[in-house]
T-cell receptor, first 115, second 111 residues
C-alpha cells in the first residue's frame, strides 16, 4: 500500500519567505508527527496530532512554526519568515494507533534550504 | 543533558562480523525503545522495538534492554555491506507523546 508522502521533496526559500510543507499519512493512521532533522543529527520532535487534535506542540522552536491537520488526515507545517537556522529536513511520520504509538512510519522528508 | 545518547562513530566492522551499537537514556520513565536505520539521504525505517528487559531477536538483529542501567543495544550478526547506514536509537517517555532520538551511530561494513 501507499506509504507516507511529503511534498515538496526540496524547497529553497529566501530568508523571510513563508513556506508550507505537506504530509499525506498512511490512510487511516490516527497519529501524525512532525520532526526536524539537521545535518548529522537525529530527528527532533516538533509536534504531534491525534486525528485533527494537536495534542503536543512543545517541540515547535518558535511562534513562526505552525502546524495543522484540519480533517484528521493531511497535515501542513507552515514556517513564517524563514531564517537560515530553519534549514533542515522536515520529516513526517504516522502511526495507526493513538496515544503513545510504538511504531512510526516515516515519509521521505522535505529538505528545506533557506538562503 | 540529552535524553538519548549514542556514540556517533563511525563504527567499522568487517563483513560477517557482529556489529554492536549502544544507547543510553536519561529518563527512567521511558517505556518503549526503538532502533531505526537511516540510509544516507533517506528517511528512518524501523528495524526493532523492545519494551521489556532482556533480549529480543529478529533475524540477524538482537535488541537488548536493561532498564536498571538505562541502556539499550542492538547487535547485528553476520554483518553485510548493505547494513552500512546510520542507526538511530529512540525512546518514548511515559508522560508524553514524544519520541526522543539519539544523534545516531554511523556503521560501515567493510567487504
Amino acid at each position: 500500500g501507499a506509504g507516507v508522502s511529503q511534498s515538496p521533496r526540496y524547497k529553497v526559500a529566501k530568508r523571510g519567505q513563508d513556506v508550507a510543507l505537506r504530509c499525506d499519512p498512511i490512510s487511516g493512521h490516527v497519529s501524525l508527527f512532525w520532526y526536524q532533522q539537521a545535518l548529522g543529527q537525529g530527528p527532533e520532535f516538533l509536534t504531534y496530532f491525534q486525528n485533527e487534535a494537536q495534542l503536543d506542540k512543545s517541540g515547535l522552536p518558535s511562534d513562526r512554526f505552525f502546524a495543522e491537520r484540519p480533517e484528521g488526515s493531511v497535515s501542513t507545517l507552515k514556517i513564517q519568515r524563514t531564517q537560515q537556522e530553519d534549514s533542515a529536513v522536515y520529516l513526517c511520520a504516522s502511526s495507526p494507533r493513538a496515544g503513545v504509538p510504538p511504531e512510526q512510519y516515516f515519509g521521505p522528508g522535505t529538505r528545506l534550504t533557506v538562503t | 543533558q540529552k535524553e538519548v545518547e549514542q556514540n556517533s562513530g563511525p563504527l567499522s566492522v568487517p563483513e560477517g562480523a557482529i556489529a554492536s551499537l549502544n544507547c543510553t537514556y536519561s529518563d527512567r520513565g521511558s517505556q518503549s525503545f526503538f532502533w531505526y536505520r537511516q540510509y544516507s539521504g533517506k528517511s528512518p525505517e524501523l528495524i526493532m522495538s523492545i519494551y521489556s528487559n532482556g533480549d529480543k531477536e529478529d533475524g540477524r538483529f538482537t535488541a537488548q534492554l536493561n532498564k536498571a542501567s538505562q541502556y539499550v543495544s542492538l547487535l547485528i550478526r553476520d554483518s553485510q555491506p548493505s547494513d552500512s547506514a546510520t542507526y538511530l536509537c529512540a525512546v518514548t517517555i511515559l508522560t508524553g507523546n514524544q519520541f526522543y532520538f539519539g544523534t545516531g551511530t554511523s556503521l560501515t561494513v567493510i567487504p
